[in-house]
């Protein structure tokens, strides 16, 4: 039987609470187009690469636009969302997650960052946390968005450790399928409506404890 080696963290309405900041700048984007964009329906889009969420907006709003276009506007949704992020401050970490980290590696495990965000190491610069991840696994990384597990898969590499020992935590849907499809255990953060396919779900990483972790194994 496999005992727990490593946390998996997602960034993104894991560690920070950016995923708001997504959602303004993709509503604003939608707005600009002439769409409303809804909350419920930015659910779609979390944990999902920058392209792959405006082509799910585009398909909401009715939209068709050539290849250069669509790249014009990931880029325009992106300026925005940078702006969103430049001032960020340690006060948006969320609640528990540098506690948690910092537990964790006493425990003796090892902590890895597997997000789809390109703009990762700006936000963990900003929130000062680089130095709480043994690995960390970016958008400028990848080559395949999750669902598929690529991003779990290296951060378990990087660690050299199997898949099979690994926990991820995740808020998103794609990225709970992403964690299953990489034979890895995975605890949701958010609500169970949500995230039906995690193994735990809970609302933050202030409410979960190692001895959660280990009773998964
Ligand atoms: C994920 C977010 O972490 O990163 C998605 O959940 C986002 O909403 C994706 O689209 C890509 O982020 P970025 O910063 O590279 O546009
Ligand atoms: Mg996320």
New binding site residues.
Partial sequence: MSTVRACLF????VIVD??KY?FLAWRRLAQELGFEFTKEQNER??????M??LEILLEIGGKTFSQNVKEEL?AK??LW?VEYITTMKQNEILPGAAEFLLSVRQAGLQTALG??????MTILHNVGLVSYFDSIID?TKTAKAKPDPEVFLLCAKELNVDPATCVVFE??KA?IEAARNAGMHCIGIGTKEDLPDADLVVPSLASITLEQITQLF
């Fill in positions: 997602d960034l993104d309405g950016t995923a997504h889009l979390k944990g999902v690469s920058r792959q969420s990931a949704k992106n969302y997000s789809a965000s390109k703009n990762a958008g808020d998103a990225g």
